[in-house]
């Protein structure tokens, strides 16, 4: 039997309607995953990986263990430079996932006496991390950088704001956010943010989940579309999402990737990616470069756009230039009611509860892809706008 305390958590989200569970995959019109670019199921990207295979004679269904014991294989460097040559940065560290990466580097980084300022609305991959960290963290208010400055302000040692040199020695003020909120598909003003940060001496690290694929030329991000890379500490992109396959990378100097690679435990006590998955991030980057399904994303991004303009909606929707659009929906079971007669028109639209965003903050979390149709977009904005009108 579950320990009464647990039984009684999970009673709780019973009785809130905000209990998880594990659904099946379905056929329904994909506007719910974060395959933005149909990578997943990328022929060229397919073949591609088994031909790397083949090349590399890497006839092995797993890596065998850590990369620091046998599973560091051949590919991995290859990877490892392609993806830092592609994000012009210096080194690219290759994770098992953005969320054991974001655990990795924020456990391990910020040390004792250190300050971090985190963006109230970060991944819970963040705020895991940090809470595994030694240094003092703060939320700062979402995209604020009033607020981000004076708490700042607040929160250094007395002594550093009096100007003493010799404590500025002693701690590092870390800032971090997302380029693409995963939740919101909002964004920072990323230039007035690596101003700041530049002018003070703190280190940014942007989470880049959302933005590789998204923004920039060939989908490096946001940060490279801003040409700011140089002006970061640290990035984290990830792959199991425009990328279609799994991994994560942390992208910064080499001597960050030498720190990591000796302090971060979730690099180093887990056993390492098979070379399968490793070949398939080298096809899809390799794919990125050339794909025509950017400008098809962009296209069905500045349609939805349009046509819930059209149709006055946008007071309902949080506004995001990005692949990730949100239409606020008060309450679990209002929200969860309206994805549910969404799946019956055949849409696969998923409804984000509470505690997952702040109670009232409940929305429908509308992904959008490449290969969406225009006829469905239309449809699912038309079926909406009759929804929230109606009061269901
Ligand atoms: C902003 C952000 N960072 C990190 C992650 C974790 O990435 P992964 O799915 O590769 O573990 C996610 C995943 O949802 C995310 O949205």
Do not use: W
């Given at each position: 039997?579950?320990?009464?305390?647990?039984?009684?958590?999970?009673?709780?989200?019973?009785a809130?309607?905000?209990?998880?569970?594990?659904?099946?995959?379905?056929?329904?019109?994909?506007?719910?995953?974060?395959?933005?670019?149909?990578?997943?199921?990328?022929?060229?990207?397919?073949?591609?990986?088994?031909?790397i295979?083949?090349?590399?004679?890497?006839?092995?269904?797993?890596?065998?263990?850590?990369?620091?014991?046998?599973?560091?294989?051949?590919?991995?460097?290859?990877?490892?430079?392609?993806?830092?040559?592609?994000?012009?940065?210096?080194?690219?560290?290759?994770?098992?996932?953005?969320?054991v990466?974001?655990?990795?580097?924020?456990?391990?980084?910020?040390?004792?006496?250190?300050?971090?300022?985190?963006?109230?609305?970060?991944?819970a991959?963040?705020?895991?991390?940090?809470?595994?960290?030694?240094a003092?963290?703060?939320?700062?208010?979402?995209?604020?950088?009033?607020?981000?400055?004076?708490?700042?302000?607040?929160?250094?040692?007395?002594?550093?704001?009096?100007?003493?040199?010799?404590?500025?020695?002693?701690?590092?003020?870390?800032?971090?956010?997302?380029?693409?909120?995963?939740?919101d598909?909002?964004?920072?003003?990323?230039?007035?943010?690596?101003?700041?940060?530049?002018?003070?001496?703190?280190?940014?690290?942007?989470?880049?989940?959302?933005?590789?694929?998204?923004?920039?030329?060939?989908?490096?991000?946001?940060?490279?579309?801003?040409?700011?890379?140089?002006e970061?500490?640290?990035?984290?992109?990830?792959?199991?999402?425009a990328?279609?396959?799994?991994?994560?990378?942390?992208?910064?100097?080499?001597?960050?990737?030498?720190?990591?690679?000796?302090?971060a435990?979730?690099?180093?006590?887990?056993?390492?990616?098979?070379?399968?998955?490793?070949?398939?991030?080298?096809?899809?980057?390799?794919?990125?470069?050339?794909?025509?399904?950017?400008?098809?994303?962009?296209?069905?991004?500045?349609?939805?756009?349009?046509?819930?303009?059209?149709?006055?909606?946008?007071?309902?929707?949080?506004?995001?230039?990005?692949?990730i659009?949100?239409?606020?929906?008060?309450?679990?079971?209002?929200?969860?009611?309206?994805?549910?007669?969404?799946?019956?028109?055949?849409?696969?639209?998923?409804?984000?509860?509470?505690?997952?965003?702040?109670?009232?903050?409940?929305?429908?979390?509308?992904?959008?892809?490449?290969?969406?149709?225009?006829?469905?977009?239309?449809?699912?904005?038309?079926?909406?706008?009759?929804?929230?009108?109606?009061?269901?």
């Amino acid at each position: 039997m579950l320990p009464k305390k647990l039984q009684k958590k999970l009673d709780e989200r019973t009785a809130n309607n905000s209990l998880r569970k594990l659904g099946a995959v379905t056929n329904l019109i994909d506007f719910s995953s974060n395959d933005y670019l149909g990578f997943s199921k990328n022929k060229t990207i397919f073949k591609r990986t088994a031909e790397i295979l083949n090349t590399e004679n890497l006839k092995l269904n797993g890596a065998t263990g850590s990369r620091l014991l046998s599973g560091n294989h051949q590919l991995y460097e290859q990877a490892e430079q392609q993806i830092a040559k592609f994000h012009n940065t210096e080194s690219a560290l290759v994770f098992n996932s953005g969320y054991v990466a974001n655990l990795g580097f924020f456990s391990s980084v910020p040390q004792r006496g250190d300050l971090i300022f985190y963006d109230e609305l970060c991944h819970a991959s963040i705020r895991d991390g940090i809470k595994m960290s030694d240094a003092k963290s703060y939320k700062f208010r979402h995209n604020n950088l009033k607020d981000l400055t004076s708490r700042c302000h607040v929160e250094r040692p007395p002594a550093e704001r009096a100007g003493s040199r010799n404590l500025h020695e002693t701690f590092e003020i870390y800032v971090v956010t997302e380029s693409v909120f995963s939740m919101d598909g909002d964004q920072p003003d990323l230039k007035l943010l690596t101003d700041f940060c530049t002018q003070n001496g703190f280190h940014l690290i942007i989470d880049e989940a959302h933005a590789l694929g998204v923004f920039g030329n060939n989908g490096e991000g946001l940060v490279q579309e801003l040409g700011l890379e140089q002006e970061v500490f640290a990035r984290l992109v990830t792959f199991g999402k425009a990328l279609g396959c799994h991994g994560a990378a942390i992208l910064g100097s080499k001597a960050l990737q030498e720190y990591l690679i000796n302090f971060a435990r979730s690099f180093l006590y887990t056993t390492a990616l098979s070379p399968h998955t490793v070949a398939t991030i080298i096809s899809g980057y390799e794919e990125l470069s050339k794909t025509p399904e950017k400008v098809r994303l962009q296209s069905n991004i500045e349609m939805f756009q349009n046509e819930i303009a059209a149709r006055q909606l946008e007071s309902h929707f949080i506004e995001s230039n990005s692949a990730i659009i949100s239409c606020i929906i008060p309450g679990n079971d209002r929200v969860k009611h309206i994805s549910e007669i969404l799946k019956k028109k055949g849409f696969d639209v998923k409804p984000i509860l509470s505690p997952t965003v702040p109670k009232g903050q409940e929305r429908l979390r509308i992904c959008l892809h490449s290969y969406n149709k225009h006829e469905d977009i239309s449809h699912l904005i038309k079926q909406l706008h009759s929804l929230l009108k109606k009061d269901v």
